[in-house]
Every structure is written in structure tokens, then in C-alpha cells.
């Protein structure tokens, strides 16, 4: 997660459609790193789930047993790695709303314009930017579907 400042926010405002993301006072810029998906930092993050005791030896022996990429070149990003990013961003939607601030998820931009405005590495993948502010005005909920219009009971 990259947090832009004023001048940043200034070089990303092309890359947007809609003008509240940089009006915010804060805009991160969530992103995927492929170097993280090498086989080098994939076992560091092993070794230390195993340390920290949340998996066992033996699992995390098995994920060595992979075949992982050792260049980031050959790296493509697995599923999973946006369901992360996902739970990331949504945790900090969430704490954003119980500090009293406002976010909004926001996909609705341009995520090549916004790399080179930042000038990012090559491995960095641009995926949502989220604006965060005091709300400047308190709207109605949405209409929400039902419980039955969402889930199917087997
Ligand atoms: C993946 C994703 C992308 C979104 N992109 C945009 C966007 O580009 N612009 C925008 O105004 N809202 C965007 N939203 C926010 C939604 O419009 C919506 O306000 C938000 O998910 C909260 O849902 P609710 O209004 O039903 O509570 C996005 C939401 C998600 C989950």
C-alpha cells in the first residue's frame, strides 16, 4: 500500500475519472508486488509462519516442494494474491469506518498512467486506489438485496 502525498496526488488526478479520489486528503494506492511471489520471499514468509508457530514444518515443507518461480519475470500472480489484496483493502475500508472516516473502493481509473506518475518499479502492479476523508455529507443506505435474493439453500 503506497500513501500518496499532495504532490503525488497532483500526478495521478489524469489517471481518474472521478474527481473526489484525489480531493481526498489521503489516497492509497493498493498494489501487488511480484517479487513477493519468487521462491526466495515465499519460503522467508514460511520460515516465519513456522516461527510464529501458525503452520507446521511439515506444511510449509510441502509448499517448498512447489514449483515457484525463481525470477520475477516467470511469476504469474495466482489467484489467491488478489483475494489478499481484497481482504487487505476491505480491512482498511473497515477501520477507516471505525475511526468515523470515509473510503470508497475505487477501480474506475487508469492503473498504467498511475504507475508511471509514480514512477513504480517494474514489479509493482497497480490495483485500487482508495481515497479516505471525512465524509463531507452522511447519505441513505442503498436498497440492499435480500437474504434470499443472495444466498441458495441446499
Ligand atoms: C472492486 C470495487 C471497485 C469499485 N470501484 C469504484 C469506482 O471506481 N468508483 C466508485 O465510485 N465506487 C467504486 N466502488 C464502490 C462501490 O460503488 C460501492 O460504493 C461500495 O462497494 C460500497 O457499497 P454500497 O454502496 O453498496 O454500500 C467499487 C467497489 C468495489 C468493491
Redesign the pocket.
Known amino acids: 500500500m503506497l500513501l500518496v502525498n499532495k504532490e503525488e496526488k497532483e500526478k495521478i488526478a489524469g489517471a481518474v475519472i472521478?474527481p473526489f479520489v484525489v480531493d481526498a486528503p489521503a489516497v492509497f494506492v493498493c498494489c501487488l508486488d511480484r517479487s513477493a511471489y519468487t521462491r526466495g520471499l515465499v519460503e522467508k514468509r514460511m520460515d516465519e509462519l513456522v516461527q510464529s508457530n501458525v503452520i507446521s514444518e511439515e506444511a510449509a515443507g510441502y509448499i517448498y516442494q512447489r514449483k515457484m518461480p525463481e525470477q520475477v519475470e516467470d511469476v504469474v500472480i495466482p489467484a489467491s494474491a488478489y483475494i489478499d489484496l481484497g481482504i487487505a483493502v476491505e480491512q482498511m475500508v473497515l477501520m477507516a469506518a471505525a475511526l468515523g472516516l470515509g473510503s470508497?473502493?475505487?477501480?474506475?481509473f487508469n492503473p498504467q498512467q498511475v504507475h508511471e506518475a509514480l514512477n513504480l518499479s517494474e514489479t509493482i502492479e497497480v490495483i485500487?486506489l482508495l481515497p479516505v476523508g471525512y465524509p463531507a455529507e452522511t447519505t441513505p443506505p442503498?436498497p440492499r438485496l435480500s437474504r434470499d435474493q443472495i444466498m441458495i439453500n441446499y
Open positions: 472521478q470508497c473502493w475505487v477501480r474506475l485500487a442503498r
